[in-house]
């Protein structure tokens, strides 16, 4: 399914990029982003950073790292998945970064060869979970990352050391920036939403909040942060890749279900069984329905479903483009195999992005 939904993105990237150079941004200007790195374990891991109109040295700004999703980029996710998170950052007054996975080339025919991206989520490529399998029988096989050596018949994620690589930037971007370091939040989507909930665990006194879009780790490996931190997941009810219900996905494999991983965040905490309906002026209109635990402390549980939503960032009105499987000309040289993104139209309103801001201004 991953290989098929690729392709197929692939291509109508290749339609649309066309009339990209006519597409113009119709809503306020937003500041470029610029491209560093730095080398982590012998590899450059390169990382993309937003600084809003009100940054100015000797004013810290709260900090939002944002991770892409399987087989996307760092500024593809930006440019089309999110249609423009970044406007969001300009809006709230967040400095945002975005990290680049590792990636490696398909096998397969000239014509079908792809950058696999991934993040490793769940520790070295693993093809079985504390629960058993973390795929069905007939699950649909997967690239077998290089650097894993051998993946089984379930493993799809990557074995380099994104866990350390992610504390280093943080610690590199409270060093380069002017950051409140503590407002740090992490989020992602997909594959990126599964790893900004292994970090949220093993790094949680690093940071202020997290949220969880269309992704989570799977049956076995959720988790307990050691510093209680808030938790926002947003999840489409028609979404067969990652499904919110626990259930098998279109491909074969399994994640937790929404409601697995807000219990085991908050196990043990009295708060945690104190679960009611909770709504947000922004989704004003919108058939989103999301219940709260731990309501207005610092282990605030948010599960949210968007029923009409599938495999997209929540709010948007379809995919765009390749869907992130692409890359700004920023990003171009470092993944010259990609298409060339879209750019996004900043002038659609999106209440998957602002609520998620809000919600990082709402635990300070």
């Known amino acids: 399914m991953r290989r098929r939904l690729l392709k197929t993105m692939m291509l109508l990237a290749l339609l649309t990029v066309a009339i990209a150079g006519c597409m113009r941004d119709k809503h306020t200007e937003v500041a470029p982003m610029t491209r560093y790195s730095f080398e982590h374990n012998g590899l450059e891991r390169e990382y993309f950073v937003f600084l809003p109109s009100s ?50 080339m398909s096998d397969g025919a000239p014509d079908e060869r792809w950058e696999v991206t991934s993040w490793n989520h769940i520790s070295d490529g693993f093809d079985r979970g504390p629960e058993g399998p973390i795929c069905a029988a007939d699950a649909e096989p997967a690239p077998c990352p290089p650097e894993c050596g051998t993946c089984g018949k379930c493993g799809w994620a990557s074995c380099h ?70 938790l926002l997941q947003i999840n489409g009810g028609e979404d067969e890749t990652v499904p919110s219900d626990g259930r098998v996905s279109d491909s074969g494999y399994f994640y937790a279900s929404t409601r697995s991983i807000a219990e085991t965040w908050n196990d043990g905490a009295e708060c945690a069984a104190e679960t009611r309906e909770w709504a947000s002026p922004t989704m004003a209109g919108e058939s989103v329905q999301c219940t709260i635990a731990c309501a207005e402390s610092n282990r605030e549980s948010i599960d949210c479903l968007w029923p009409e939503g599938d495999h997209r960032w929540p709010g948007t009105p379809g995919f765009r483009g390749s869907n992130g499987y692409c890359v700004s000309e920023l990003q171009a040289a470092s993944m010259p195999e990609q298409t060339i993104c879209i750019e996004p139209d900043r002038s659609q309103e999106n209440w998957g992005s602002r609520l998620m801001f809000e919600f990082f201004d709402r635990h300070q």
């Not at 790292?65 to 399987?70: A, D, E, Q, R, T």
């Not at 760092?74 to 300009?90: D, P, S």
């Open 161 to 230: 050391d994104d866990v350390g690589f992610l504390k280093e930037l943080i610690a590199r971007i409270a060093s380069d920036f002017s950051v409140n370091t503590g407002r740090v939040y992490v989020s992602g989507f997909s594959n990126g939403a599964m790893m900004a909930n292994r970090i949220a665990c093993e790094a949680s006194d690093l940071l202020a909040g997290v949220a969880l879009i269309g992704g989570r780790v799977e049956p076995g490996f959720e988790c307990t942060p050691g510093t209680a931190l808030p």
């Open 55 to 104: 940054y100015a040295n000797g004013v810290q700004h709260p900090v939002a790292i944002f991770m892409h999703g399987y087989g996307g980029s760092a500024t593809g996710t930006e440019a089309e998945v999110t249609n423009g998170l970044t406007r969001y950052a300009e809006e709230f007054g967040y400095i945002m970064v975005f990290p680049q996975s590792t990636w490696f």
